[in-house]
Structures are given as structure tokens and as C-alpha cells.
């Protein structure tokens, strides 16, 4: 079972589509028993950071996120909340990552939205099939800066980590439910970790 994590975040009914249509069952849920009990739990979200964090806090969500042992997915504001920082709402996070959630400077449209593809990659499961020509799909204002625990950069303004892992920690700035092939590719190698 896959568990989708509901909290103060949008978005989350497009991912649970995508794993519908690559022939998953998903649930959404903050039930902490059913998400520690999920074989995959994915951490999806479109929002503000200081009021996501808030409802995590609240519901004590924060605390299970870190300790779960099975493959977590964040995807784009997931991503950010992964980090150890943001500095939209100056936001503590989830510190999984050790990168600060910054703010694009105002040099370019912001938010970062549409297609693009990535500068460099690793090599790591999760890209199994993946290359530097395939595109995906983004919406975001903030980013992650690139450490080590970057996999993927993509450029826009400057670099930054387009998918990150540490772990059993995956996240992925962009929206795989929303980038067609690339981003079914995606969703389906961190399926079958």
C-alpha cells in the first residue's frame, strides 16, 4: 500500500491520478499508523512552508517523517519541507536533507514555471532510464541548493537540485504527475525500489 501524505498542502489528488493510472492503489491520509504501515509513503504538496510545517507539528507528522524506514518520495514543496531550512516564512524543516529552501532572486520570472531539463545527474536507481535531454514539469518560487545530497541539477536563474536523495529519502523539486512519460518513468523506478 502507498500512503500519500495529507497535510495543510495542495496538489495531493494529481499524485494519487498518476499512481492510479501506473496501476498502484494509494490512500491519503495523516493517520500515523497507517502511513508507518504504507510500503511506499510519498510527501506531495503544493503551498507555503511555515503553515505546512505548522500542520505537521501539529499532528505530530514532522516527528514520524523523519523515523519512517521505507521509501518517502517528497515532491516540490515535500521537497523543500525535507530541507533543513526555508526561507519562506524562515521556516524550520524536516532537516533530512542538508540544504536551505531559498528564494529565487527576482532576475527572471518567478515562479520557476514550465518545462526544463537537467544539467547533470548522478547515477542512482531512482534515474534508472532518466537523461539530461528529458524534461519536466515545474511551479515553484523557492529551491534547494545543491549538496550532496543533489542527484539531479537543473538551471534556471542558478542551479539547483532538481531530485535529491539521502537514504530512504527521495524528493524531486518538479511535479513527476504532471510531466508526462519522464515523470511516469520516475514515479514507476521509485515504485519499485
Known amino acids: 500500500m502507498i500512503a500519500i501524505v495529507k497535510y ?14 501506473l496501476g498502484y492503489e494509494s490512500v491519503i491520509t495523516d493517520n500515523p499508523t497507517e502511513i508507518k504501515a504504507a ?17 505537521l507539528k501539529e499532528r505530530k507528522l514532522d516527528e514520524l517523517l523523519v ?14 519541507l525535507m530541507c533543513t531550512s526555508s526561507e519562506e516564512g524562515n521556516t524550520k524543516c524536516l532537516g533530512i536533507f ?9 532576475k527572471e520570472k518567478v515562479p520557476h514555471m514550465g518545462w ?12 534508472k532510464n532518466i537523461t539530461l535531454n528529458n524534461d519536466v514539469y515545474y511551479v515553484h518560487g523557492y529551491y534547494a541548493e545543491v ?3 543533489t542527484l539531479a541539477i537543473c538551471n534556471y536563474i542558478l542551479p539547483f537540485s532538481s531530485i535529491m536523495q539521502r537514504d530512504n529519502f527521495y524528493a524531486m523539486q518538479f ?10 518513468e520516475l514515479l514507476k523506478n521509485f515504485l519499485t525500489l
Open 8 to 21: 495543510n498542502a495542495g496538489n495531493i489528488r494529481s499524485v494519487q491520478n498518476a499512481l492510479t493510472r
Open 39 to 55: 510500503d511506499k509513503v510519498i510527501f506531495p504538496g503544493v503551498g507555503e512552508a511555515s503553515s505546512a510545517m505548522r500542520y
Open 67 to 80: 523515523s519512517l524506514q521505507q521509501p518517502v518520495l517528497g515532491i516540490c514543496l515535500g521537497l523543500q
Open 98 to 106: 542538508e540544504a536551505q529552501a531559498k528564494q529565487f532572486p527576482p
Open 116 to 127: 526544463n531539463n537537467f544539467s547533470e545527474l548522478k547515477s542512482a536507481e531512482i534515474l
Open 147 to 149: 549538496c550532496k545530497n
Open 175 to 184: 511535479h513527476p504527475e504532471k510531466s508526462a512519460n519522464v515523470g511516469e
